[in-house]
């Protein structure tokens, strides 16, 4: 018999929620430990075995020095690599103190900010080592969680659409809320995955996700200035937590981004 | 780590504690036999929320907040919420109000049941993982993941998702449910409600080492319900204030090791006990009468100071969140709109609700725009910290003939007594024991 391939969950600055994921899944995860080794996964076990491993999901991004050094260590024990969630592909809600100085940050939150360090900003892991996939959302959805690892254990490209929110939309058959309501929505710049949960609760898209394949967040724009959200407003919506994304950050730039 | 024990100086350090939610160390320094030194280190690193947060708007708050937990995302939503609507001297009755609380009894009994099975009984029965643990006890965990699903269940029809759900707002809910809807989550909660006794009786054949503790408890405590949302702040040692009154009594500390605030009581900067068993010993009479008696059966005294029990009590407080989910789905009649309209006014807002892990605390000024201009959080896990290492420098003592391995793995079950989120508390963990 041939030996079970190993798994390894990472984390770096992040919330839990997406290694979580992996816990989630209530009646697939028996399942999956029958294939493979859960080899270095603290948060669910304390046995950790050395690499290398064969594949390592990475979870948070990049803000202190000693993780900038730590990832280089993770990608050189990893066959596979892949990120998941938009902390690691994105730099998550805590690159919002890139478009500000984050000593002002942590005055705010510590009261002795000498004690505390960290780097000036937050960045996604494939600023720093190569990347073999990039699992997007803010979360992931666990059924794509399954799929990636099912794909890279088994050597074949992910099935993962690139697609809008407003495909799937479609499929779950929500009438559109922008048209049919005049509600903002990023759901035709934003990535699909989630299953377009937003529009089917009534609310509009919020992007958390991050940018689709080719987004045309300027003709969002025209939209949103139609339907009378402000400036300040329409750039709020793009600087949350996929804001270090370059067409998310750009599009919020053009939209008063000398403010945060 | 040093094999003496003995004369000499021992240290046993744990670099990284696994089973608990982010990333934390322990650190213990034993000397001559006696313990010198416990430090709890929370080295996730911190990713300032209260400062990203100026400058949004008030209505923000709730899936901003959110992302600083993905174990307890409900409970940041449901902090932000009330502390806005606070603010803007709103307030939620009705069914708004008892789909809340049903969503929050969602987030409870997911929480704790991924606590009981998956991070706190391996311990107990000896295994590294839940995973591990399933070979040779396939029907306990096998329970545990149907009654977390259950859970997972109520936050994702209330919630949209289960990880940082979409539909909680100020005001309420951008969808509510129809009663159809709410009547298949209610076949399932029947079921979970059988798995959810099964677990306390369950959780009640573990064995627990003695150690009981003269706490400090503090929770929320209101008028007829066993506290989520809303309530008085009060201790078993005379505190009694509103959410409004908290920065009055306790202060946050920043200490040189860890990256999480430890908080303290002031004046005398003494530590407390959040969490389920400072709810469980403040509310008791507040639990339905069966829910009682199965405490009862499963050896809990209405007051539980053995912090080893409080797997126990979360099993109690998983049973009664099953419960109590029942009890709002039989009543419902859906409200005629899904939020109250909550215009912003300058002032500044203050909530606490009961997140799983403990009290959690959101302050909140706004301006006439509703931009915020000033946050402050303050999870359950920054107000454990300081508990934790003190049931460590009362606990090694009572263990110091073990091999350090052994400290080592008792320790780590009892700083995951706590079920800390080191995630939350950075805005947490790695054991070092130094026998030096």
């Not at chain 2, 989520?228 to 306790?250: P, Q, T, W």
């Not at chain 2, 469980?280 to 209405?302: S, V």
């Not at chain 2, 909550?342 to 706004?366: F, M, Q, S």
Request: charged fraction near 25%; hydrophobic fraction near 35%; aromatic fraction near 8%.
């Amino acid at each position: 018999m041939t030996e079970k391939p190993k798994l390894a969950v990472w984390k770096f600055a992040s919330c839990d929620g997406c290694q979580l994921s992996l816990l989630d899944c209530e009646d697939e995860l028996l399942t999956v430990a029958d294939h493979i080794t859960i080899a270095n996964f603290p948060e669910a076990s304390r046995a950790v075995l050395d690499g290398p491993y064969d594949l390592s999901l990475v979870e948070g991004s990049i803000t202190t020095s000693h993780d900038r050094d730590r990832i280089k260590v993770v990608r050189r024990q990893s066959k596979f690599l892949v990120t998941i969630g938009a902390c690691a592909t994105a730099g998550g809600i805590q690159a919002l103190r890139n478009f500000t100085d984050v000593r002002e940050f942590m005055d705010i939150v510590y009261a002795s900010p000498e004690y505390i360090s960290t780097l000036e900003t937050s960045t996604p892991i494939s600023a720093h080592v190569n990347v073999d996939f990039e699992l997007r959302g803010c979360p992931i959805n666990k059924n794509q969680l399954l799929e990636v690892i099912n794909a890279f254990l088994n050597e074949c490209k992910p099935n993962v659409s690139p697609n809008s929110v407003c495909i799937e939309c479609k499929k779950r058959g929500t009438a559109c809320i922008m048209v049919a309501h005049g509600t903002p929505c990023m759901g035709p710049v934003t990535q699909a995955g989630c299953g377009a949960i937003c529009p089917a609760y009534n609310r509009g898209c919020y992007g958390c996700y991050g940018p689709m394949e080719t987004p045309n967040t300027s003709s969002l724009a025209g939209w949103m200035k139609d339907i009378g959200v402000s400036e300040d407003e329409f750039r709020r919506m793009f600087r949350t937590y996929n804001a270090e994304e370059a067409e998310f950050r750009e599009e919020g730039d053009r939209h008063g981004g000398e403010n945060r | 780590m040093s094999d003496s024990h003995g004369g000499g100086t021992r240290t046993i350090k744990v670099d990284c504690l696994a089973r608990v939610e982010g990333e934390g160390a322990m650190y213990i320094k034993i000397r001559d036999n006696v313990l010198e030194d416990v430090k709890l280190k929370i080295f996730e690193p911190p990713r300032f929320f209260e400062g990203l947060l100026r400058g949004r708007e008030f209505t923000e708050a709730p899936d901003i907040t959110s992302r600083i937990c993905g174990i307890c995302p409900i409970a940041y939503q449901m902090s932000a919420i009330h502390a806005m609507e606070n603010a803007c001297g709103v307030r939620v009755e009705g069914a708004l109000r008892e789909l809340r609380r049903l969503f929050y009894c969602g987030e409870w009994i997911s929480s704790h049941t991924l606590h009981v099975y998956m991070l706190h009984a391996p311990d107990f029965l000896g295994y590294p993982s839940a995973v591990e643990m399933a070979k040779d006890h396939p029907e306990a965990v096998e329970r545990g993941l149907a009654l977390k699903k259950t859970g997972n269940d109520v936050m994702t029809l209330m919630g949209g998702r289960e990880i940082h759900p979409v539909n909680a707002r100020v005001g309420g809910f951008y969808r509510v449910p129809a009663r159809s809807e709410l009547s298949e989550l209610r076949e399932k909660l029947l079921r979970a409600r059988e798995l959810a006794l099964e677990t306390v009786k369950w959780t009640a054949t573990l064995d627990f080492p003695e150690f009981e503790q003269d706490y400090t408890f503090v929770a929320l405590r209101h008028d007829d319900e066993y506290p989520m949302n809303e309530g008085r702040i009060v201790s078993n040692k005379a505190l009694d204030i509103a959410a409004s009154e908290y920065d009055d009594y306790f202060e946050e500390q920043h200490v040189d090791y860890t990256n999480a605030l430890h908080c303290v009581m002031k004046p005398d900067g003494n530590c407390y006990h959040v969490g389920p068993m400072a709810r469980y010993a403040l509310n008791f009479d507040r639990l339905p009468l069966e829910i009682q008696d199965a405490a009862k059966e499963a050896g809990l005294a209405p007051i539980c100071t053995n912090p080893f029990q409080s797997i126990t009590v979360r099993a109690v407080e998983v049973l009664y969140a099953v419960t109590e989910a029942l009890r709002i789905i039989d009543a419902y009649e859906p409200p005629e709109e899904s939020s109250v309209t909550v215009e912003p006014k300058a002032g500044t807002g203050y909530a606490a609700t009961e997140a799983p892990r403990g009290l959690l605390y959101h302050r909140y000024t706004i301006d006439d725009d509703g931009i915020i201009k000033d946050a402050n959080i303050v999870p359950p896990t920054s107000q454990n910290q300081k508990m934790i290492e003190d049931d460590l420098r009362r606990f090694v003592p009572t263990c110091l003939d073990m091999a350090d391995d052994e400290i080592q793995y008792v320790s780590e079950q009892a700083i995951r007594n706590y079920d800390p989120c080191i995630s939350c508390a950075t805005h947490f963990l790695k054991l070092e024991v130094d026998r030096g």
